[in-house]
């Protein structure tokens, strides 16, 4: 799910998803990152992103590992690095914006990552991708939760307000964005 504000201070909100046969989570992690950044790029600007994954590979690696991979030659000092081509995709794709990276720990009922996971398993299960961004069903899957008695207190526009305002304030992430 990608959220961003319009020109009216309205919070919009747009799913994407991706699939692919026979791959792995961490594969996936990756793909869905380039997928959204390259998606962003479209629009035609620069944007300051903050991207929340609950794939660890995914943000360790571009904090952590990446940078380390650069400097020698793109090689682990284990050997050679896993998905190589994807990581070199997902830095180029980084490139064209202002991204932080932060993890989340995933199945902890935190309502975007259980609807972006609903999202993926749905993409994977049927083997289906959108066509672009698309409108998303975010909105009314939270308020079917709702009457399911879960996510009662959750504002999910004042979540995002809340993010959005450290990132304007310049706040770098830490590299896990738990309470």
Not at 3 to 16: H, P, T, W
Not at 126 to 131: A, V
Not at 136 to 155: I, T, V
Request: no cysteine.
């Amino acid at each position: 799910m990608i959220e961003a504000r319009n020109g009216n201070g309205k919070v919009l909100r747009r799913d994407f998803f991706i699939h692919a046969p026979a791959t792995t989570n961490n594969r996936m992690a990756l793909s869905g990152a380039i997928a959204a950044l390259q998606l962003l790029a479209r629009k035609g600007a620069r944007m300051r992103a903050l991207v929340v994954s609950d794939s660890e590979y995914l943000v360790r690696g571009m904090r952590e590992w990446v940078p380390g991979w650069v400097a020698r030659g793109w090689k682990r000092k284990g050997g050679p690095v896993e998905n190589l081509e994807l990581w070199q995709t997902l830095v180029k794709s980084a490139k064209l914006h202002d991204v932080q990276w932060t993890w989340v720990r995933g199945h902890r009922d935190h309502p975007k990552n259980t609807y972006a996971d609903l999202l993926a398993v749905t993409a994977a299960r049927e083997q289906k991708t959108s066509e672009g961004i698309v409108e998303s069903g975010f909105d009314r899957w939270l308020s079917e939760q709702r009457l399911k008695g879960k996510f009662a207190g959750y504002d999910a526009d004042a979540a995002f307000a809340a993010l959005e305002a450290r990132i304007l304030a310049g706040e770098s992430f830490p590299l896990s964005d738990e309470p």
